[in-house]
Nanobody
Framework: QVQLVESGGGLVQAGGSLRLSCAAS????????MGWFRQAPGKEREFVAA????????YYSDSMKGRFTISRDNAKNTVYLQMNTLKPEDTAVYYC????????????????????WGQGTQVTVSS
């Protein structure tokens, strides 16, 4: 079983950058597709990005493509989310999660397909 702890959130001005980290423990981390989601107050949890277990495939929500970059370092059991050109509408709690299927990752955008979640880290972008 994988356990996840996010860090790196905070308060930043519009146009600024943040890098979120997700530290994983558990021997199966390197075999797992990982995702980042976010949830703003009063809104549903939203897909942000995902990365295959090798790191060779990455997927992004259209609204974040070009501004956010997901990466992973399996030697450090860590997944990252580099966020650039942040906007006030990016304000949310950001969660990392481990995908629950080793073989079919077609549903990387669906939070129901992820079976392990971190506690979340708050990102606030001021205008």
């Amino acid at each position: 079983q994988v356990q996840l702890v996010e860090s790196g959130g905070g308060l930043v001005q519009a146009g600024g950058s943040l890098r979120l980290s997700c530290a994983a423990s558990g021997r199966t981390f390197t075999s797992v597709t990982m995702g980042w989601f976010r949830q703003a107050p009063g809104k549903e949890r939203e897909f942000v990005a995902a990365i295959s277990w090798t790191g060779s495939s990455t997927y992004y929500s259209d609204s974040m493509k070009g501004r956010f970059t997901i990466s992973r370092d399996n030697a450090k059991n860590t997944v990252y989310l580099q966020m650039n050109t942040l906007k006030p509408e990016d304000t949310a709690v950001y969660y990392c999660a481990a995908y629950g299927d080793y073989y079919n990752i077609d549903y990387y955008y669906d939070p129901k397909k992820y079976n392990v979640w971190g506690q979340g880290t708050q990102v606030t972008v001021s205008s």
